[in-house]
């Protein structure tokens, strides 16, 4: 007797016997599967805020101080990274309501470019971009998470990287069973961040009242110039901002995007760049720049200065901050992976979502198997420089896009729009982000991300133009589904 076979709509039909799996017969009935619109416009405000203030307030202060010399030049460099986020945001506000569909840079590209510079974006995402900044998150997470137990002395490395792919599977599963239940953690934890945040901010205001100003006397004494400590200034201080384009990787999950986009990130980077403005007059008015250069938990330090005995509060707000965090970060990146599959640059089972759960659990359980193997060998700051070269690299490639299409297709829809100008002064500031640290001090690892970059194209023409051992790929793809109770998801637009 012949095997019963289930057309589940990605043009192909596959052979499966219906009794291993009873619960895939819902999918053989429906065809197909759409990711629901869940995320409102609180919600998608705390994804932004939450995604955003993570790690990066309480660890980059002292590399952004220490690349740029100086109390004041390091609040101009984060006054300007909020400028810089705020205005890519505003451009990629445009983007999503121009191209109403998941996946951000990967997806705008896609439209405007086409497959093969796409899919060298998705091929750096996938391999260094999400994977470094979840795995950095995760660093910064275990960093504070275990600091209470090492009050005089460095935590073993090992440690700090088990706790750190311990938070990496957590929320792997959580993001993999159920949107909401992350939405909740995306909202209890900038909860949490805001609480920490006011915390620190009014420490600082009570000391600054009490006359503990002489750090900002004389701020700019001791500025580096040059164009590479800029560079990296700028690449640190844009670390605690990345997450500004978040929501643009789950436009489909969004409620009224054309709405709720733009007001989402109106609302949540201003008002980031305000806190962490806020946050490092606090650490200065408290400590010397000596004392913040030297310091690997900013908060930490800040909170045994100020608190005293209850200063290990800082450490567990921190860490939970980070935890928040690195939520969002699974929850944007998995997303990527999925519509990269659904436009056929990923394995068909990426682009499929859970049967029952309507989650993209494939796709995250891709990502988190990844990020796991860059934190084996991970460094923090490495792993902050490489990341934001690539990201910006890309950045300017998406905004040129936005350029073509106001320019060659105005008469698109646009429920949203930003002046030209602003697109114009983002891609200026993401080439000097990009050539700044090379040309003024060039080093080798630049060149090794550089050719990895552009040697998506070698993936590119064998496996996904020619389409080489479809045969395979077909029966891996038969055999997942079955085991992960999965099927190809609809576009939700």
Request: proline share 5%; aromatic share 12%.
């Amino acid at each position: 007797m012949p095997l019963p076979s289930l057309d589940l709509g990605v043009g192909k039909t596959y052979l499966l016997r219906i009794d291993l799996l009873p619960s895939l017969r819902m999918a053989a009935k429906t065809q197909k599967l759409s990711l629901k619109r869940e995320v409102g416009l609180i919600g998608a405000i705390s994804f932004i805020a939450g995604t955003m203030m993570g790690s990066g307030i309480f660890m980059s202060p002292q590399s952004v101080l220490v690349n740029i010399g100086s109390p004041g030049a390091s609040l101009v460099i984060w006054a300007a990274c909020g400028l810089l986020a705020t205005l890519g945001s505003l451009c990629y506000a445009e983007l999503g309501t121009v191209i109403s569909e998941s996946g951000a840079e990967y997806i705008y590209i896609l439209r405007i470019f086409g497959q093969v510079v796409a899919f060298m974006f998705v091929f750096s995402f996938v391999i260094v971009m999400r994977p470094a900044s979840a795995t950095g998150i995760a660093l910064s997470f275990a960093e504070y998470a275990v600091a209470p137990f090492y009050h005089d002395c460095t935590p073993p490395e090992l440690v700090v990287k088990c706790v750190a792919a311990a938070g990496i599977l957590v929320l792997a599963i959580v993001n993999s069973m159920n949107v909401r239940l992350a939405m909740f953690i995306q909202v209890f934890s900038m909860v949490i961040k805001l609480v920490a945040l006011a915390v620190i901010i009014i420490g600082g205001v009570v000391l600054l009242f009490k006359g503990n100003t002489e750090n900002f006397e004389d701020s700019f004494k001791g500025t580096n110039v040059e164009i590479s400590s800029i560079g990296i200034s700028l690449y640190q201080g844009l670390w605690s901002y990345d997450g500004w384009n978040t929501l643009n990787y789950v436009t489909e999950e969004l409620k009224r995007p054309e709405v709720n986009l733009p007001r989402a990130v109106i609302i949540a980077i201003p008002m980031v760049t305000m806190l962490y403005l806020l946050v490092n007059v606090s650490y200065l008015a408290v400590m010397t720049p000596r004392e913040l250069m030297s310091s690997n938990a900013v908060a930490v330090t800040w909170g045994n200065k100020v608190l005293g005995s209850w200063g290990w509060v800082m450490s567990i707000a921190a860490a939970l901050s980070a935890f928040g965090s690195l939520n969002g970060t699974f929850f944007s990146g998995g997303r990527v992976c999925f519509v990269a599959a659904r436009e056929g640059h990923m394995p068909d089972i990426l682009s499929m979502a859970h049967v029952n759960r309507l989650t993209p659990s494939p796709a995250l359980i891709f990502t988190t198997a990844i990020s796991l193997l860059v934190l084996i060998p991970g460094d923090f700051q490495s792993i902050v420089n490489f990341f934001s070269f690539t990201a910006w690299f890309f950045y300017a490639i998406t905004l040129s896009g936005l350029l073509y299409l106001k320019i060659k297709k105005p008469e698109l829809p646009r429920p949203y729009r930003v002046p030209i100008v602003i697109p114009i002064l983002v891609i200026i500031a993401a080439i000097f982000l990009v050539l700044a640290p090379i040309i003024d001090n060039p080093a080798i690892e630049y060149l090794y991300v550089t050719l990895f970059i552009f040697s998506g194209v070698l993936v590119y023409v064998p496996f996904i133009h020619f389409k080489l051992c479809p045969g395979l790929l077909e029966k891996v793809t038969v055999f997942l589904q079955l085991f992960l109770e999965v099927a190809p998801a609809d576009k939700n637009l």
